[in-house]
Nanobody, 115 residues
């Protein structure tokens, strides 16, 4: 079993920055990748960024150049640095852990960007 907890959301003005954190605990040795997704009201959940076991990263086109994903292996933590935030980035952000046993999700953290 893997527990996933996100933090760091909040209210920020357009152009501002936030850093989200995702801590994985439990059976962490078989984690293959950790991703960030987001879901805005009335929209489907969408991929934002991901980092693999080998530290390869990938980003949605909508966030390239503004968001950066990184990890601290010693702390079992993945970060999402979000810069130049836009009102359309407003959503609940979810951390997703891809494990040998399946996929695990956190409860989400709200990010609200005011114009």
């Amino acid at each position: 079993q893997v527990q996933v907890v996100e933090s760091g959301g909040g209210l920020v003005q357009a152009g501002g920055s936030l850093r989200l954190s995702c801590v994985a605990s439990g059976s962490i040795f078989s984690i293959n990748a950790m991703n960030w997704y987001r879901q805005a009201p009335g929209k489907q959940r969408e991929f934002v960024a991901g980092i693999s076991r080998g530290a390869s990263t990938s980003y949605a086109d909508s966030v390239k150049g503004r968001f950066s994903i990184s990890r601290d292996t010693a702390k079992n933590t993945v970060y999402l640095q979000m810069n130049s935030l836009k009102p359309e980035d407003t959503a609940v952000y979810y951390c997703n852990v891809i494990h040998n046993w399946g996929a695990y999700w956190g409860q989400g953290t709200q990010v609200t960007v005011s114009s």
